[in-house]
């Protein structure tokens, strides 16, 4: 089956391998996995954790971005979730996972749906500093 195999938006820890197991199929010689990783910095400033925020609307909104990818890149199998609520450093807040017959299709999908995403999916991040400060990124 190609196609979008799986979009989720969950309180639950995220896996790369899970990711990679389940767009995986016989016919896919390329699979290519992208994780987003809370890390200790943003802006020049020390972060400490990060609190997501989903509309209620995220998890519809990551399928359809989803079901548009693969509709863009036949042959391509296409699974991705999101973290929300609070994140440490070194948590995955994004994986996404693309596969095909070939890797040059899987790494353009791939990269494709990351950026639809960052843009599309109504998710919003709480940066928490070090120096006790917060802001929101993700909001317009």
Known sequence: MMGAVHAA????????????AEVWSPECGGVVVF???VRD???GKSVTALNYTAHHSAEQTLDQVCQRIAEGHPGVRVWA???????QIGEHALVAACASAH???AFAAC?????????????????LY????????GIA
Not at 9 to 18: E, I
Not at 81 to 87: D, F, N, P, Q, T
Not at 130 to 137: A, E, F, L, P, Q
């Open 35 to 37: 994780s987003g990783i």
């Open 81 to 87: 979730a999101h973290r929300v609520g609070a994140l």
């Open 103 to 105: 890797r040059a299709e």
């Open 130 to 137: 070090t120096d006790g400060t917060k802001d929101w990124v």
């Open 9 to 20: 938006v969950s309180s639950d820890s995220l896996s790369p391998a899970r990711a990679e």
């Open 111 to 127: 990269a494709e749906l990351v950026e639809q995403v960052k843009a599309q999916v109504p998710i919003w991040k709480e940066q």
């Open 41 to 43: 910095h943003d802006g």
